[in-house]
């Protein structure tokens, strides 16, 4: 799924720029085909009621939150507030997020995995998307508190053991924490302002 949304990104980020340049052919030609793939995506990657790793599983990715980041679907829309809930709840262990559950999903790779910490930080800022602010306050400063004593994150974190996993620093999570943060703060000076 995470493919088709990020084909979807393209196209529409495009379309978008095209407008900017004045190209009206190019705007409403990438603009239909995004509003195409937004369609398909809708009718066959969704099991009840909730984005799915792809067409033919009911199991969660948590590269679905990136609808959420990227404005895929509207803050309003139920079908982004069902995948945010549902990754919250199916999808976290010990306050942290797994990119999917490996039992459910043919990877290639034996064992669990740790919590991905990219993943954590996506769930941040798909809950401020959603209006769950507090919730994704929470989970910052639980994300906060783990990090190395330089401040910086791992690609995975190894909850039962309190470490951090694989590619250290991995600059994925650091994009992420950023991205996170700055909805945050983006979400409070709005509220500062009303």
Not at 138 to 154: F, I, K, N, Q, T
Request: aromatic letters at 8%.
């Amino acid at each position: 799924m995470s493919s088709k949304l990020m084909r979807w990104v393209a196209l529409d980020r495009a379309s978008k720029i095209a407008g900017i340049r004045g190209d009206r052919p190019a705007e409403e030609t990438w603009c239909a085909t995004a509003e195409e793939i937004r369609a398909d995506i809708r009718e066959h990657g969704v099991r009840n009621g909730v984005l799915r790793q792809h067409y033919d599983t009911e199991a969660l990715d948590a590269s679905t939150l990136l609808a959420a980041v990227f404005g895929f679907l509207p803050r309003g829309d139920q079908l982004l507030r069902a995948t945010v809930d549902a990754i919250a709840t199916d999808l976290t262990e010990d306050g942290f997020v797994l990119r999917y559950r490996t039992g459910e999903t043919d990877d290639g790779l034996s064992g669990k995995e740790g919590s991905f910490l990219i993943c954590s930080f996506w769930l941040v800022s798909a809950l401020t998307v959603v209006e769950q602010v507090q919730e994704a306050t929470d989970l910052m400063e639980r994300l906060l508190s783990v990090s190395s004593p330089l401040g910086l994150y791992a690609e995975e974190f190894d909850t039962s053991a309190g470490r951090h996993l694989g590619n250290f620093p991995q600059a994925f999570s650091h994009l992420a924490l950023i991205e996170a943060a700055g909805r945050i703060i983006l979400h409070e000076r709005m509220r500062e302002l009303m």
